[in-house]
């Protein structure tokens, strides 16, 4: 079964609002990481937020991690269309912390 | 620049007929990783290379093969391409030890079609 889950699964915004997306997972985990992807393109690397880490910011990126509710969330402030793309949550296992397990990703689309 | 690069980009194949894809990376990474990713759905890994030591996932069908000649270069191989193996497969690299964080670098993609 799937380690992580996002939701929502899609999500359509006004240039300039801001967006938030959640991922919640199963089992504990040494980091949770944050990618993303434009259409028919590979994965970018966003964020790293460690298991011991509750917030990280980078730029424009927020990161939460609440490591008792197993969730964390993504927010893109001031969102612009170039930030439409589908992103996708990755969970770094304990007992494997070299692999990542993806989530199912929340597509975002910026109206300009 | 340093980077991961996936060839071809764009592969069609028939139903049945072999196909390999490749991945080359600059980076000198020491763990590379094959994904399957279907539309609209997360990336699925089929394996990875730690160095030599290959590492298959428990669902990787055994119609998907893998090689890696040296550092640089790994290579998927599908033995007998069925209609449900159209996809992007996805290629990534970590160095885990050396960069102290497991976030993984990957390519652009290729893009199979069976037809």
């Known amino acids: 079964s799937q380690q992580g889950e996002e939701d929502p699964q899609a999500l359509s915004i006004q240039e300039g609002e801001n967006a938030t997306m959640n991922c919640s997972y199963k089992?504990?985990?040494?980091?949770l990481q944050w990618y993303r992807q434009n259409s028919g393109r590979g994965l970018v690397h966003l964020i790293l937020?460690?298991?011991?880490?509750r917030e990280k910011h980078s730029g424009r990126l927020r990161v939460t991690l609440d490591t008792s509710k197993k969730s964390s969330s993504l927010l893109i402030t001031a969102s612009r269309a170039a930030d439409t793309a589908s992103y996708f949550c990755?969970?770094?296992?304990?007992?494997?912390?070299?692999?990542?397990?993806f989530g199912s990703g929340t597509r975002l689309l910026v109206r300009p | 620049d340093a980077m991961v690069i996936q060839n071809p980009r764009y592969q069609v194949t028939q139903f049945g007929k072999p196909v390999t894809l490749s991945c080359s990376q600059t980076?000198?990474?020491?763990?590379m990783y094959w994904y399957q990713q279907k539309s609209s759905q997360a990336p699925k890994l089929l394996f990875h290379?730690?160095?030599?030591?290959?590492?298959n996932e428990a669902d990787t069908p055994d119609n998907f093969q893998s090689r890696r000649p040296n550092t640089s270069f790994c290579f998927l191989d599908i033995r007998s391409p069925g209609l449900g193996d159209a996809a992007m497969y996805l290629c990534?690299?970590?160095?885990?030890?050396?960069?102290?964080?497991?976030?993984?670098?990957f390519g652009p993609g290729t893009r199979l079609t069976v037809l």
């Open positions: 990755a969970t770094s296992l304990m007992d494997s912390s070299y692999k990542l397990i």
């Open positions: 089992t504990s985990i040494n980091n």
């Open positions: 937020i460690r298991s011991n880490e």
């Open positions: 980076l000198n990474h020491n763990v």
């Open positions: 290379y730690y160095d030599k030591d290959f590492n």
């Open positions: 990534a690299t970590s160095s885990p030890l050396a960069r102290l964080s497991n976030e993984q670098f």
